[in-house]
């Protein structure tokens, strides 16, 4: 199983790998909570944003990445109030980096409101 320790998952946000907007922000206002990176790109699923995050567990950080704000293509939707996340290596090259989180939840709080009304695409 992925290693989410550290982040305060629930069993159900662990078990649907997702987790809400609010939920989301909340995370990312902890103090614990390390910034590494955010970037908009695409995986399997569709476009996204993507915010890699870190915390301490133990004697160790652990990395979650959060993906969403983006077009699930094959939901055929725009995601614009829910997160899906997954574990990740926390390489020094991610470490290197931190970005404030108040720049952070202004910035995906304006690409929020840039995505909400948006028509779904015609198939």
């Given at each position: ?94 470490t290197m980096h931190s970005f404030p989180k108040e720049e952070i939840l202004e910035q ?16």
């Open positions: 199983m992925e290693n989410r320790g550290g982040f305060g998952l629930t069993e159900k946000e662990k078990h649907d790998g997702g987790i809400s907007y609010k939920r989301l922000k909340e995370i990312i206002a902890r103090e614990e909570t390390t910034i590494h990176r955010i970037v908009e790109d695409s995986n399997c699923y569709g476009a996204f944003t993507f915010i890699t995050t870190s915390r301490p567990f133990g004697e160790e950080r652990v990395c979650l990445t959060f993906f969403g704000l983006g077009f699930h293509t094959y939901r055929e939707c725009w995601i614009t109030d829910e997160w899906l996340c997954f574990s990740g290596l926390l390489t020094d090259e991610l995906i709080e304006k690409r929020r409101v840039s995505l909400l009304g948006r028509p779904e695409p015609r198939s």
